[in-house]
């Protein structure tokens, strides 16, 4: 009973907030920010914790991990112009992965956060399925890694576009590439406003920032944190 209770609550908050902000597009208006909100003043006047909200709708959250390979999809409709920038796709990505990461331990020393904080927050510049197991491949608190992926989705996409434009970026492509790096999920779905292609290689951004970082989990960020806990 909880479990569709809270399934159709959280459907409906949802939708609900999806519908406010296409009205109102100002960025405390994002479903992203407003639906864990709602959420959150529910669970405590019911009087339920978060651990049995969590369990009555565990399989939304295993429906992350579907819906990004579904992202193949429109990947395979652009086959042709990804095998032509595959490797300006590559180095980017690449170059995005580990200025995230750098920022983000950066950041973290500059206002002298801990350890197990930093590694939570290290992969918050991915989709949240991977950027869980990667927190956990280094020892952070996937919750708290939930958070911040949740917040830089939400900060990337309301923040994005203007930056595109102060930029002068203008081709689909390149807009794609910028939003899903800087605000995976939410950054494809605003990608979608700038057309099929630009929404085609956001995802594909997100895909590619994902299994990379997924390789500095197990290469690059065990030894910078040995250093940043040296320092």
Do not use: C
Not at 40 to 69: E, F
Not at 78 to 104: D, M, N, Q
Not at 185 to 201: H, M
């Amino acid at each position: 009973m909880m479990t569709v209770l809270f399934t159709v609550v959280t459907f409906l908050f949802y939708r609900l907030a999806k519908k406010v902000y296409s009205k109102w597009a100002l960025p405390f208006f994002h479903p992203l920010l407003v639906v864990p909100i709602l959420l959150i003043v529910l669970i405590s006047l019911a009087h339920v914790s978060a651990n049995q909200y969590l369990d009555a709708t565990k399989w939304l959250s295993h429906m992350l991990g579907p819906a990004t390979v579904a992202f193949a999809v429109p990947i395979y409709r652009h086959l042709p112009t990804i095998k032509k920038y595959l490797g300006t796709i590559l180095v980017s990505i690449t170059g995005g992965t580990l200025v995230a990461i750098f920022s983000t331990l950066g950041l973290s020393k500059l206002i002298h956060l801990q350890s197990d904080f930093v590694t939570s927050i290290l992969p918050r510049s991915i989709t949240t399925p991977i950027a869980i197991e990667v927190s956990k491949q280094i020892g952070g608190l996937p919750t708290l890694t939930t958070v911040f992926v949740i917040l830089t989705g939400v900060i990337g996409g309301v923040v994005g576009p203007s930056v595109l434009k102060w930029l002068s970026i203008s081709t689909p492509i390149a807009k794609g590439l910028a939003l899903g790096m800087a605000a995976h999920g939410a950054g494809t779905n605003k990608a979608l406003d700038y057309g099929e292609q630009a929404a085609t290689f956001s995802s594909l951004a997100m895909i590619f920032a994902a299994m990379i970082t997924l390789i500095w989990g197990a290469v690059l960020i065990p030894p910078l944190m040995h250093i940043h806990h040296i320092l």
